[in-house]
């Protein structure tokens, strides 16, 4: 079965400091990836998404995620975090052709002003 | 404004309880999900809906019902909740292009079955 792991489930980083997520999935044939992201009290909302094309894709607030095929792997970065991007973040993978979506489990990132 | 709205927003019940939690959207989207949330294990797809009167299950359907008899709706039923069905409930629409685009997402239904 389709699998999405994010092995970060807790990131504690200093303002300034940059950041790293990993995200990986199992599946082998074409998909769809997104992040999502979720700041306390708020809806989740999407940060970037990948369908085709440049595997660097950019988002909103200065995230962006880079597609690497043959590591099956959609890590978000950002260079220097900001205190009012703690939040919970989520990757999701959709299997092209399907209705179907698959989400990580989650990490959590505090940072300290 | 554009918005995916659930209701109730919390809910405490007992086990074999009845229950319905409602799902509107009004940004005219064919497709429509629930999903749970688990600590530790994220977001899981309960069912979907691809456009009124289709639907499919996600990854973790047992145990409930859905059904999508307009566009805008999408409740999701518990016929006879259980404890293992407390969680964080959310709702999500998107158009149902290929590929899906974003998917826009509730605020949440926090439900606690005793």
């Known amino acids: 079965a389709q699998s999405v792991s994010q092995h970060n489930h807790h990131v504690i980083l200093s303002e300034a400091a940059s950041l790293e997520l990993g995200c990986n999935y199992s599946?082998?044939?074409?998909?769809?990836l997104f992040w999502y992201v979720q700041y306390p009290g708020q809806h989740l909302q999407l940060l970037l998404k990948?369908?085709?094309?440049?595997?660097l894709v950019k988002g909103i607030k200065g995230f962006e995620a880079e597609f690497i095929k043959s590591k099956f792997s959609f890590n978000l970065r950002k260079p220097s975090v900001q205190w009012s991007d703690t939040a919970e973040y989520f990757c999701?993978?959709?299997?092209?052709?399907?209705?179907?979506?698959?989400f990580g489990t989650g990490t959590r990132l505090k940072v300290l002003a | 404004e554009a918005q995916v709205t659930q209701n109730p927003r919390y809910l405490i019940t007992v086990t074999g309880k009845k229950l319905t939690v409602t799902c509107s959207q009004n940004?005219?989207?064919?497709?429509m999900s629930w999903y749970r949330q688990d600590p530790g294990l994220g977001l899981r797809q309960i069912y979907y809906?691809?456009?009124?009167?289709?639907?499919d299950k996600g990854d973790v359907p047992e145990g409930y019902k859905v059904s999508r008899k307009e566009k805008r709706n999408f409740p999701l039923i518990l016929e006879s909740p259980s404890p293992n069905q407390t969680s964080l409930y959310f709702c999500?629409?998107?158009?149902?292009?290929?590929?899906?685009?974003?998917?826009?997402f509730g605020p949440g239904t926090r439900l606690t079955v005793t």
């Open positions: 999500a629409s998107s158009l149902k292009g290929a590929p899906l685009p974003e998917q826009y």
């Open positions: 599946y082998g044939g074409t998909v769809n």
């Open positions: 990948y369908f085709s094309g440049d595997p």
């Open positions: 999701a993978v959709n299997e092209a052709g399907t209705y179907k979506y698959i």
């Open positions: 940004m005219n989207h064919e497709y």
């Open positions: 809906s691809m456009n009124v009167e289709v639907t």
